[in-house]
């Protein structure tokens, strides 16, 4: 099961959609279509910076979108040379 933080900022965690590994293709493919956002702002210390999710990879669409609604999405740090 997935949490996430409340909207309004409390520490208090909501439960949301539940994603397993017998129902993964199916849950990606039902969330895709209920969410259909293409460009995601990613927020690191660094600086912020947009992505744009293309729909020719459904399922990756979905599974990106669904980490980042669900605050699980965690990105690296990138270290400039």
């Known amino acids: 099961m997935w949490y996430r933080k409340k909207p309004d900022g409390t520490n208090k965690n ?3 959609d539940t994603i397993n590994n017998k ?17 995601i702002l990613i927020e690191t210390r660094m600086d912020n910076f947009e992505i744009r999710l293309y729909k020719d990879t459904p399922l990756h669409r ?16 990138f270290i400039e040379l």
């Open 14 to 16: 909501i439960l949301t």
């Open 23 to 39: 129902n993964t293709v199916s849950f990606l493919k039902n969330y895709g279509k209920g969410n259909p956002e293409i460009d």
């Open 62 to 77: 979905a599974n990106f979108v669904f980490l980042k609604k669900t605050d699980t999405l965690t990105i690296p740090v």
